[in-house]
């Protein structure tokens, strides 16, 4: 099976623009979340869809957004980026049946710059 | 509120030594846990995973890890050292209900040959 895989690798964004990143999950998983990877904070969650539908959320600001579409394909959207929102964003797919118990497996993520 | 601590951001062995990374978590319920490793430039690898069977649990690689209740730690151990395990190593807590995962913050691992 292919894995999880993410696009771009790399982004360089400028403060006040906006991104979104995108994720496929191994095929048959039904469950993606997101995660951000800084230097400081190490790995926050940021949120789970399931079935189109956000199951779980961080505790990140509403410029964060997510979706998942019916192939289960999910994107990212961060709108009006900071310095601080430079990052790796890292996404994990899993069969969803019960997350907190699922393995998770994880992307190569995708490394965002904000200039 | 859950939390993972990894104590020691940089471990250093020798190539055939015994490695020992630590992780202690702190929880309101049985939590399960996890052990994940990061090579450079990847994602997060599935080392193993603690959900309320056998407290001493094997992963990959010869990588295993107890769980211990009274201490609320999850160590993960291996006997001896190999270069290919120079990585990044993350301890994870999520909760039954919760459905959020929480990491501690890493320990990067230095095999010295």
Do not use: I, L
């Given at each position: 099976k292919a894995g999880v895989t993410q696009t771009p690798r790399y982004l360089i964004k400028t403060r006040g623009q906006q991104v979104t990143l995108s994720c496929s999950p191994i095929s048959g998983h039904r469950s993606v979340s997101w995660y951000q990877q800084t230097p400081g904070q190490g790995l926050q969650f940021l949120f789970e869809y399931f079935s189109e539908t956000q199951r779980n959320k961080g505790n990140?600001?509403?410029?964060f957004s997510g979706r998942q579409f019916s192939n289960s394909r999910s994107e990212m959207n961060v709108s009006t980026l900071e310095l601080g929102d430079s990052a790796l964003y890292l996404c994990a797919s899993s069969l969803g049946l019960v997350l907190s118990t699922d393995t998770q497996y994880f992307g190569p993520g995708t490394r965002l710059t904000v200039l | 509120a859950q939390s993972v601590t990894q104590l020691g951001s940089h471990v250093s062995v020798s190539e055939g030594a015994l490695v020992l990374l630590r992780c202690n978590y702190s929880s309101s319920v049985p939590p399960y846990l996890f052990w994940y490793v990061q090579y450079p430039n990847q994602g997060l690898q599935l080392l193993l995973k603690y959900?309320?069977?056998?407290t001493l649990v094997k992963g990959i690689n010869g990588f295993e890890a107890e769980f211990k209740k009274s201490e609320t730690s999850f160590h993960l151990t291996k006997p001896s050292a190999h270069m290919s395990d120079a990585a990044e190593y993350f301890c994870a807590v999520s909760e039954g209900t919760g459905n959020q995962f929480y990491f501690g913050t890493g320990t990067s691992l230095t095999v010295i040959p």
């Open positions: 990140f600001p509403g410029r | 959900t309320s069977a056998a």
